[in-house]
């Protein structure tokens, strides 16, 4: 049986959805903009830098979960490195390109029941996958909340 499997990949790929929805709606010229200086006591990350960290996290996930390598993909998610939409775009298919990968793993929801050596320590699958979701949803939703300080435009609908 596959119920849980299909419901967090589901989840994913809907994640997937609104980041490439949104990136799109992102003017160049707004992508990396600040809404306060970066020195301030609480800096605010901008669209872009929030919706890099959204997929960073289901990168460096399932890299751990295929590889057991769990680095943090910070150098390659540079705002210098993925300076326009596109870079972004092309970045969001390599991350789930990556993740599809992963979810091929599983055969049952027995799977996720799984520990495997986490960074810190060990955890089941099932719950190394529900944090990434909470941790990607979260920045994503920073994101929008950012976006919403300079524009009127409707959201991507959260599915």
Request: glycine residues 4%.
């Amino acid at each position: 049986m596959k119920n849980l499997i299909e419901t967090l990949e589901n989840q994913f790929l809907k994640l997937h959805l609104r980041s490439c929805e949104f990136v799109k709606l992102i003017p160049n010229e707004k992508l990396y903009w600040q809404v306060r200086e970066k020195d301030a006591l609480f800096p605010v990350n901008s669209c872009g830098e929030f919706i890099l960290r959204s997929a960073a996290a289901v990168e460096q996930t399932f890299g751990g979960i295929t590889t057991r390598l769990w680095d943090d993909p910070f150098e390659w998610t540079l705002p210098e490195q993925l300076s326009t939409n596109e870079l972004i775009l092309n970045y969001l298919a390599e991350v789930e390109e990556t993740r599809q990968k992963g979810f091929a793993f599983f055969n049952s929801d027995d799977d996720l029941r799984r520990e495997i050596p986490a960074p810190e320590r060990l955890k089941s699958i099932f719950q190394i996958l529900l944090e990434t979701i909470a941790r990607a949803e979260h920045f994503q939703g920073r994101a929008f909340a950012v976006f919403q300080t300079f524009s009127d435009e409707k959201l991507p609908r959260l599915l």
